[in-house]
């Protein structure tokens, strides 16, 4: 299997889909404590998901390296807003099909993410995400795994305030 790079450069699919995986590795655990890396890595996934010179080759080696659940995480992991709007950008690139919105659904956290995403003051952040929003609002299929996911979150926020108020005791 041998493709081509984002730089235009051949190399086997399994190079490209490790070189990915680093990639959205670096997005997403680095996202609280080196925002600007963070903002880089998730720059390049999205430039590879909006290659359109390749009919999407590039979108797809995003998506089956994990890129969907990498860009949920560092959207649900990261307290910064350039990174936040760089996880969205990459997401809303990323989740067109049904397989890759419900991975995002599955992602812990990446709901509430969203939700909160679609509130923050930022304008570009607030739009993307309810431009998200909406997508995923809309597919049927989705919904009963959109509300437990957000009746997960609500039981865990209920607990935690639970425990807190217990500590404060």
Same mark, same amino acid.
């Given at each position: 299997?041998?493709?081509?790079? @984002?730089?235009?450069?051949?190399?086997?699919?399994?190079?490209?889909?490790?070189?990915?995986?680093?990639?959205?590795?670096?997005?997403?655990?680095?996202?609280?404590?080196?925002? @600007?890396?963070?903002?880089?890595?998730?720059?390049?996934?999205?430039?590879?998901?909006?290659?359109?010179?390749? #009919?999407?080759?590039? #979108?797809?080696?995003?998506?089956?390296?994990?890129?969907?659940?990498?860009? @949920?995480?560092?959207?649900?992991?990261?307290?910064?807003?350039?990174?936040?709007?760089? @996880?969205?950008?990459?997401?809303?690139?990323?989740?067109?099909?049904?397989?890759?919105?419900?991975?995002?659904?599955?992602?812990h956290g990446a709901m509430p993410a969203i939700m909160a995403a679609a509130r923050s003051g930022?304008?570009?952040?607030?739009?993307?995400?309810?431009?998200?929003?909406?997508?995923?609002?809309?597919?049927?299929?989705?919904?009963?795994?959109?509300?437990?996911?957000?009746?997960?979150?609500?039981?865990?926020?209920?607990?935690?305030?639970?425990?807190?108020?217990?500590?404060?005791?």
């Open positions: 299997d041998r493709g081509v790079r @984002a730089d235009g450069v051949e190399g086997s699919d399994a190079h490209h889909t490790d070189a990915i995986r680093g990639v959205a590795d670096v997005g997403t655990h680095e996202a609280s404590s080196h925002a @600007a890396v963070s903002e880089s890595a998730l720059d390049f996934l999205c430039v590879l998901a909006s290659k359109r010179s390749d #009919r999407g080759a590039a #979108r797809t080696a995003v998506v089956r390296a994990g890129g969907v659940t990498a860009l @949920a995480e560092a959207l649900v992991s990261s307290t910064d807003n350039e990174v936040k709007l760089r @996880a969205l950008l990459g997401l809303a690139m990323t989740t067109s099909g049904l397989a890759q919105q419900a991975e995002l659904v599955r992602v930022d304008q570009a952040v607030t739009g993307i995400s309810k431009d998200l929003w909406g997508v995923l609002g809309r597919n049927e299929e989705l919904r009963p795994a959109i509300v437990a996911a957000l009746r997960t979150h609500a039981e865990e926020q209920q607990r935690l305030g639970a425990v807190d108020g217990m500590d404060a005791a």
